[in-house]
């Protein structure tokens, strides 16, 4: 079993930065960073291979938003900048086991979720 508990939320105005956390216990082989917007469905993010640190990311946020992974602490990050307004949403953590899927940022792929910590960017 793996537990994901994200932090790091809060309200930033349009151009401003949020660091997001998200502790894990147990061992993974995929993580990743999914958001929800009101009205929309759950979308990815970021994913990236526990091991190797090797990063995907969606295109809305290519060159914003940075994952990252500290092993030691068994915690993954999300560090995004130049938030706009449409970054708005709930933000899920994610991890899957499987060493026979990829870590792109694809829903289908993640069946161990965190609660979600909400992101608020005000323009």
């Known amino acids: 079993q793996v537990q994901l508990v994200e932090s790091g939320g809060g309200s930033v105005q349009a151009g401003g930065s949020l660091r997001l956390s998200c502790a894990a216990s147990?061992?993974?082989?995929?993580m990743g960073w999914f958001r929800e917007a009101p009205g929309k469905e759950r979308e990815g993010v970021a994913g990236?291979?526990?091991?190797?640190?090797?990063?995907e990311y969606a295109d809305s946020v290519k060159g914003r938003f940075t994952v990252s992974r500290d092993a030691a602490k068994n915690t993954l990050y999300l560090q995004m900048n130049s938030l706009k307004p449409e970054d708005t949403g709930m933000y899920y953590c994610?991890?899957?086991?499987?060493?026979?899927?990829?870590?792109?940022?694809?829903?289908?792929?993640?069946?161990?979720w965190g609660q979600g910590t909400q992101v608020t960017v005000s323009s």
């Open positions: 994610a991890a899957h086991k499987s060493i026979f899927a990829t870590c792109a940022p694809k829903l289908v792929l993640y069946n161990y």
């Open positions: 990236v291979w526990s091991g190797t640190g090797v990063s």
């Open positions: 147990g061992s993974t082989y995929c």
